[in-house]
């Protein structure tokens, strides 16, 4: 198993990947798009972090890929007191390959690549009904931190 730098060469291989990660996340959120219509608005996503010089795309491979998460950073308002601040996002491994670490690994080489751009604080979201990976981030020290509210009208 290799995790590397994806590229824009990648995307049909990240097209694969995030039609999977969609048809889980629909299990804690009917607040989601059709899914013919979200993965269309992801793979735009996809290309334009791809793109990013602030952004990183890495990809786990088995032969295929099983996993990929994105990292960012951003300057914050001037109110806070970290000068950069980091934002990973769209953690998925393949359900196959679950258990095995590989979660773990794309986000330690994320952190590390938000350490080496200036990062001192990362943050990320999650679905409160999804509670293996409230598990999985809270076992790998992320603590709550805020609580988004939202409502349908």
């Known amino acids: 198993m290799k995790i590397r730098e994806a590229t824009i060469k990648d995307f049909e291989k990240l097209k694969a990947i995030k039609l999977e990660s969609k048809k889980d996340e629909m299990e804690y959120s009917d607040s989601l798009k059709p899914l013919g219509k979200t993965i269309e608005i992801y793979f735009e996503y996809f290309k334009e972090e791809l793109k990013k010089e602030n952004s990183v795309v890495f990809i786990a491979e088995d032969k295929r890929p099983v996993g990929i998460i994105i990292a960012t950073y951003f300057k914050p308002l001037r109110i806070s007191k970290f000068a950069r601040k980091g ?14 670490g590989i979660g773990k690994k794309l986000l330690n080489i994320s952190l590390k690549w938000l350490k080496e751009n ?17 598990k999985f981030y809270r076992n790998l020290g992320f603590e709550d931190y805020t609580l988004k509210l939202a409502k349908k009208i």
């Open 87 to 100: 934002y990973v996002s769209n953690l998925y491994v393949l359900e196959n390959y679950r258990k095995k």
């Open 118 to 134: 200036n990062v001192k604080y990362i943050s990320l979201e999650i679905h409160l009904e999804n509670k293996k990976a409230l």
